[in-house]
């Protein structure tokens, strides 16, 4: 273990000292090559002309390379690798995609999906929407708003544990030791094995993405609330606006664009979600998701990466009119720079 | 704001409440895991958490030995002995020999069984049967009570779960696959930043569209194509293919995107007189980069090493990926996961590991929490 520490550290002070050496060399470099002092006039003009093309490419450098390794690469060899069999090795064309519109399995994952996106993007805006207007009402908002914020910082796994104790089960009549279910019995009903009953346990995997990420959307959505110009809620008191109509017909449309940013990003997030469902039920009681069934593929029975790299295939294509949208919508704003 | 408010109290009130409740639906969660883990680990399946300040009591069963075990005192035949056995001590308040009557007869008290056959049961569980005739039959007296243990707390699941569970060992993995995998994207990222911000070149507007639309590529559609290349590395180096240091190049990959992006629209922001008076003064790109513009960046370098801490800490799919099982790689995450399922009903062990697990995060984000919220700002509403 002091070893692991050791190379830890070493690599901080390679990783660190060896980034600035490249840039600091590299630059040293290109003004040893194409020297602007000490040479005459038109020497000097030209080769800052050349040092300007270069050293561009000497900042960006390092970071596409890693960009392209990591992202750009196989972005390309995924939508390749989806037209080859299991091992990556024959052409198989169409079929992996033809097996996707026909199993069982990718199509459950493919509506629970659709659940997710339809339910927890929602609720999360809706949810923290509400919590920032409240919070900015009351002397102690700040804390509720930290308090409230604070899932965010927990990793998937470890609020599924925490969720996974929420919803602990015992028998009927036994000490419930789930909060959920103590709360169940205490008014007479019936404990319930949450994580799977089918259907329904997809709402309870929900809860625990809505409750880390209502704090992303309350932070967002209070901010731009503060960024509502004064005069236009005043000019509606005057005119006796009351609070659900201030809220409704004066906020909320003034924050639309937070409201899309904010509702885009969880989205995406959805799309992925791998981890609370891996932990929470792996994927049983008609739980799957696309991206737990991937990863499902990609080790099952020594993996299959066709199939693997279709399902992400088919991940990705959700993606792209949010993907289009973002760079349309950048591409608007340093338009002028 | 406060003029949208109806000021009336009840509504003011109403607000009080109900922010209330929220605050309570998002903490109690964690805060239960917090205090089982501090619970002894018999306490925690014997009542729910938020009991945990009360005595637990509960009503049990239990046999008196069989007749075999009887003596002979005084011309009566007597049974004896302790509920409890050997086993824990706890305070017996009350018994009794009917299902329907438990909690009959208060401890300490001999109760007439009738034909002259009493039993006393005493709170430390300590009991005497005794009978003018002969006990008979292989099984001994059905006993009911109520016992109650006072709340014990302590700190042995933690002493448990990171030394013989291994989540120590995989603290310190994690720790090792966090920090590298923060710490080298910042700077690669801050000079592409500064360039894209910057400097005028051919391809630039691409760059910045291209790191845009990475932002939000899956990372499912990384996954086996890297998988593939690490094997193949791996093969062909005659080395391992999970590696920490394969680890550390893939965090940085999968965080270069939103790292640039973060950086880029912060650095496009700083005034452009200073930049332009010290081009007049001479000082060359690389000067302006170091001796301004890092400097200037501060916050918002800080803003991202705090969402790549968290994000590497928490990952799950990477680590599972790209490293090991075995105790001198697994991270906490992957930890986690395989303690819930091998250890799926102990409590105590489950609910101490995740509070391992979320501990770091917790502190990084209240103290550094103004930093994380400026990132969060700026990383998606200027995103648009």
Redesign the interface.
């Known amino acids: ?1 002091a070893a ?2 050791f ?2 550290i070493f ?2 002070i390679i ?2 000292g060896g ?2 050496a490249y ?2 060399g590299a ?1 040293k470099l290109l ?1 040893l090559t194409f020297p602007s002092r000490g040479v005459s006039g038109t020497a000097a003009v030209n080769n800052l002309r050349r040092q ?2 270069v ?3 000497l ?2 450098g ?3 390379i ?2 392209t ?7 390309i ?2 939508l390749w ?1 989806s037209f080859l069999d299991r091992g ?1 090795t024959s052409f198989v064309g169409f079929a992996n995609y033809e097996w996707a519109l026909r199993d069982q399995d990718l199509r459950n994952a493919i509506l629970n999906n659709l659940l997710w996106l339809a339910v927890v993007p929602a609720a999360c805006t809706f ?1 923290g929407l509400i ?1 920032a207007v ?5 002397w ?2 700040t804390i ?1 708003k ?13 609020a ?7 919803y ?1 089960y015992r028998g009927e009549g036994q ?5 959920l279910n ?1 709360i169940i019995q205490h008014f007479g009903g019936q404990p319930q094995v949450w994580i799977s009953l089918p259907f329904w346990n997809n709402f309870f995997l929900m809860i625990i993405l809505i ?1 880390i990420q ?3 959307a309350m ?2 959505l209070s ?4 960024g ?1 110009p ?1 005069e236009t ?2 000019a ?2 005057i005119d006796g606006a ?2 659900f109509q ?2 409704w017909k004066i ?1 909320v449309p003034q924050i639309w ?2 409201i899309a ?2 509702w885009t ?1 969880i989205t ?1 997030l959805v ?2 979600v ?2 609370i469902v ?2 929470m039920t792996n994927g049983q009681w008609n739980s799957q998701v696309l ?1 737990n069934l ?2 499902d593929w ?1 080790f099952r029975g020594g993996g299959d ?1 066709g199939r ?2 279709t ?3 088919i ?2 294509v959700a ?1 792209i009119p ?2 289009v949208w ?2 349309r ?3 608007k ?2 338009g002028g ?1 | ?6 000021n009336s109290f009840a ?2 009130f109403g ?2 409440i ?2 209330l409740v ?2 309570a ?6 805060l ?2 917090l205090v ?1 883990s501090l619970r002894d680990k018999d306490q ?7 009991n945990s300040f009360a005595s637990s009591s ?1 009503t049990e069963a239990g046999r008196l030995p069989p007749a075999s075990a009887q003596t002979q005192k005084d011309g009566k035949y007597v049974l004896e002995g302790n509920i409890f056995g050997d086993g824990a001590k706890r305070n017996i308040s009350a018994f009794g020999v009917k299902a329907a009557a438990p909690t009959q007869y208060p401890a300490g008290t001999a109760a007439d069984l009738g034909d002259g056959v009493t039993l006393q049961v005493n709170a430390d569980g300590s009991f005497v049967m005794a009978s003018p005739k002969a006990f008979e039959g292989d099984r001994g007296q059905r006993v009911y009570y109520a016992s109650s243990a006072p709340p014990k707390f302590t700190t042995d699941n933690y002493d448990t779960v990171l030394f013989s569970e291994g989540i120590g ?1 995989s603290f ?2 994690s ?2 696959v966090t ?2 995998a923060t ?2 994207p910042i ?3 801050a ?2 930043a ?3 911000a910057w ?3 051919p391809g ?2 691409l ?23 690490y094997n193949g590395v791996g093969t062909f180096f005659g080395v391992p293919s999970k590696t ?2 394969g680890i ?3 965090h ?3 965080g ?2 939103f790292a ?1 992006y973060l950086l880029r629209s912060y650095i ?1 922001g700083l005034p452009r007189e200073i930049m332009e008076s010290a081009r007049i003064d001479g000082a ?3 000067e302006i ?1 170091v001796k301004i513009v890092l400097p200037l960046s501060f916050p918002v370098l800080a803003s991202f090493a705090i969402f790549q801490f ?1 994000w590497v ?5 990477v680590a ?2 790209f490293l090991g099982t075995a105790p ?1 790689q697994i991270v906490l ?1 992957a930890k ?2 395989a303690l ?1 399922g091998s250890r799926g009903g102990n ?1 105590e062990i ?2 101490t ?2 509070f391992i ?2 501990i770091v ?2 502190i ?3 103290s550094l ?1 103004r930093y994380f ?1 400026r990132g ?2 700026a990383g ?5």
Not at chain 1, 223 to 226: C, E, P, V
């Open positions: 273990m692991q520490i190379s830890a690599v901080i990783g660190v980034c600035v840039f600091w630059n003004d300007g093309l050293r561009p490419w900042f960006v390092p970071a596409l890693i960009l390794i990591y992202l750009i690469y196989p972005v060899a995924t690798l990556g949810l919590i409240l919070t900015d009402k009351i102690w908002g509720a930290s308090l409230i914020f604070l899932p965010l910082a927990i990793s998937f796994v470890g599924s544990v925490i969720w996974k104790f929420i602990e000490v419930q030791i789930g909060l103590a409750w209502t704090g992303f932070v967002i901010s731009a609330l503060r509502i004064e809620l005043e509606a008191v009351n609070p201030i809220f906020m664009g937070t940013v904010v990003t995406i799309l992925k791998f981890d891996l932990t991206a991937m990863f990609m990466f693997g790299a399902i992400a295939i991940i990705m993606v949010i993907m973002n760079i919508q950048a591409n704003e340093t720079h | 704001m406060a003029v949208a408010t109806g509504s003011r607000v009080h109900a922010v929220f605050v639906i998002w903490t109690i969660p964690t239960g895991i089982s925690i399946v014997a009542s729910g958490w938020w509960q060992r310190m993995n720790l090792t920090i590298p710490v080298i700077l690669i990222a000079f592409a500064y360039a894209l400097m005028r070149f630039r507007a760059l910045i569209a291209v790191i845009i639309g990475l932002l939000v590529v899956p990372l499912q559609m990384s996954l086996i194509p890297l998988l593939k290349l920490y240091l550390w190049l893939a940085t990959g999968f270069l995107p640039i496009a060359s790109d690389f980069f968290l800490w928490n990952d799950l799919l599972m990926v001198d995450t986690l996961n819930l409590w489950l609910t590991s995740a697990t979320i995060p917790l990084v984000f209240f929490q919220v969060l700002l998606s509403v200027k995103g648009g």
